[in-house]
C-alpha cells in the first residue's frame, strides 16, 4: 500500500503529533500510524459510492478474473434460489448457452424446473449427488411451490447428469440456513413440509449451522471436481431476504442470521479452497445490493427493484463476458441510481427519450461527480442510439 501523504497539524501535545492523510480523495486525520499487513482496504464513504467505479474499487476488488471468459459457446447451469433464477434468465436473454433455460430433456431436469427452490445448501448438494453419484433418498424431500412432490425419476436423473457434465460454469446461489429436515435421517426438503405431510414425530424445523453449511460447500466443491475438474465453479449468496421466519423471533433478524450462517461458510470454504483451485469464483451480489444502493427494494421489500438487479448483472457481463455488452455500465450505474433514490428519479428518463439538455438542467444543481456521471450514461445512449439508426439505415 502507498502511504498518505501526511500534513502536520498542531492540535496540542496531549493528543501527540498528528497528520492529514487522504483516502479515495477524502481527508483523514490521524496521531498515530499502524501496520497494516499487504492489504489495506478502507471501508467507502458515501461520498465514494456516488461514481460509477464504486462498484468495482469497494465491492468487486480482490474478485475480479484476469479477463473475461464466459462466450456465447460456454455451457452455464445456475440454480439456488429466485436470484439464481434471475441469472439465468438474464444470461439467456442475451444469447449466452445457459442449459437450464434450454427446451427439452435439459428443461425437463428439476434445476431446470425448480431451481428457484433449491434455495439452502442442502438441497443443492442434493442435486449432484443424486445425479453425478446415484445417491437414494428414502424419504419424500422435493416439493415444487405447489407442494407437488417430484419423484427420483431415472429419466430426469440422468438428463440433470449429461447437464451437469456438459456445464462449462456452474453459478450456485445460497439463499438461506432455515431448513426442514426428516428427523430420522436429517435429510432435507427443498423447501416446507407440506401441510398434508407434516407428521410433528418425523419432522422438524431448525436453522442449519454454519459447519453443515461449510460441509456441504465442500462435497460440492469434491464431486464437481472428480466429474468436471476442468468446470469453472462461481458462488453467490442471494441478498432476497426471508418470507418470514419458523423461529420465534422477529423475520428481519432472522434473515440477519441466516444471511451472516452462509456468508461465513462461503468466507471459510473460498480462503481455504481458491489457493488451490484457479477456477473457483465468488460473485458479491449480495454485498452489491446491501451496501451500495440506498432504497433498493420493492413495496414488498423482498423484491430488488429491477434497475438494481440489471445493473449487478450489467457489471457481470462487462466483467465475466466477452463481446460488447448490451448497456455501458455509466448508463446502468445512472439507472439503478435514478431508480433508488441516489439521483432525481427523472434524470433517466430523459436521458432516454433523448431530452438531454433538460437532463442536463437538473443536474446542474447536482455536485460535479454526480453530472459527469449522467454525462458519460448520456454519451452510452447516443452511441446506442445510433448504432440503432445504422442498423435500421442497413435493413
Not at 42 to 60: E, I, Q, R, W, Y
Not at 64 to 71: D, L
Not at 159 to 181: N, P, R
Not at 226 to 232: C, G, M, V
Request: with cysteine.
Amino acid at each position: 500500500m502507498r502511504h498518505p501523504e501526511r500534513k502536520r497539524l498542531n492540535i496540542g501535545d496531549e493528543a501527540g503529533p498528528a497528520f492529514e492523510f487522504e483516502v479515495d480523495g477524502n481527508s483523514q486525520t490521524a496521531h498515530k500510524t499502524w501496520f497494516r499487513g499487504a492489504h489495506c482496504n478502507f471501508n467507502p464513504t458515501l461520498k465514494n459510492l456516488h461514481n460509477v467505479d464504486a462498484v468495482m474499487n469497494h465491492v468487486l476488488r480482490g474478485w475480479v478474473p484476469e479477463a473475461p471468459s464466459i462466450t456465447p459457446e460456454t455451457n452455464i447451469v445456475a440454480f439456488g434460489s429466485c436470484f439464481a433464477e434471475h441469472i439465468s434468465q438474464w444470461l439467456a436473454k442475451r444469447n449466452f448457452n445457459v442449459l437450464n433455460q434450454k427446451d427439452g430433456a435439459w428443461g425437463d431436469t428439476y434445476i431446470a424446473r425448480f431451481g428457484e427452490g433449491m434455495a439452502n445448501s442442502h438441497a443443492v448438494l442434493q442435486q449432484f449427488e443424486w445425479a453425478l453419484e446415484g445417491k437414494a433418498f428414502a424419504e419424500t424431500l422435493w416439493h415444487d411451490k405447489d407442494a407437488t412432490f417430484q419423484d427420483y425419476n431415472e429419466d430426469i436423473r440422468q438428463h440433470t447428469k449429461a447437464a451437469l457434465l456438459a456445464t462449462d460454469l456452474y453459478i450456485i446461489t445460497l439463499g438461506l440456513s432455515e431448513v426442514w429436515s426428516h428427523k430420522a435421517t436429517g435429510d432435507v426438503f427443498w423447501r416446507a413440509v407440506p401441510q398434508d405431510v407434516y407428521d410433528p414425530k418425523l419432522h422438524e424445523f431448525r436453522v442449519s449451522t454454519h459447519s453443515e453449511n461449510l460441509e456441504n460447500l465442500r462435497k460440492i466443491h469434491k464431486i464437481i471436481r472428480a466429474h468436471n475438474p476442468a468446470a469453472k465453479i462461481m458462488f453467490t449468496l442471494s441478498p432476497v431476504p426471508l418470507v418470514a421466519t419458523f423461529r420465534p423471533i422477529s423475520c428481519i433478524t432472522a434473515n440477519a442470521a441466516s444471511k451472516a450462517i452462509l456468508r461465513a461458510a462461503l468466507d471459510e470454504f473460498l480462503n481455504a479452497a481458491q489457493p488451490l483451485d484457479a477456477h473457483l469464483h465468488y460473485w458479491p451480489s449480495y454485498e452489491i445490493v446491501m451496501d451500495v444502493f440506498q432504497n433498493r427494494w420493492s413495496d414488498d421489500r423482498r423484491h430488488i427493484k429491477p434497475q438494481i438487479l440489471d445493473y449487478i448483472m450489467t457489471a457481470f457481463e462487462h466483467i465475466w463476458c466477452t463481446g460488447k455488452p448490451q448497456m455501458g455500465l455509466s448508463q446502468a450505474w445512472v439507472r439503478a441510481r435514478c431508480a433508488s433514490g441516489g439521483l432525481p428519479r427523472k434524470v433517466y428518463g430523459l436521458l432516454k427519450e433523448g431530452l438531454f439538455e433538460e437532463a442536463d438542467n437538473i443536474m446542474a444543481k447536482w455536485s460535479g461527480e454526480n453530472q459527469s456521471l449522467v454525462a458519460q450514461a448520456r454519451i452510452e445512449m447516443s452511441g446506442q442510439q445510433a448504432a440503432l439508426d445504422a442498423d435500421g439505415r442497413k435493413t
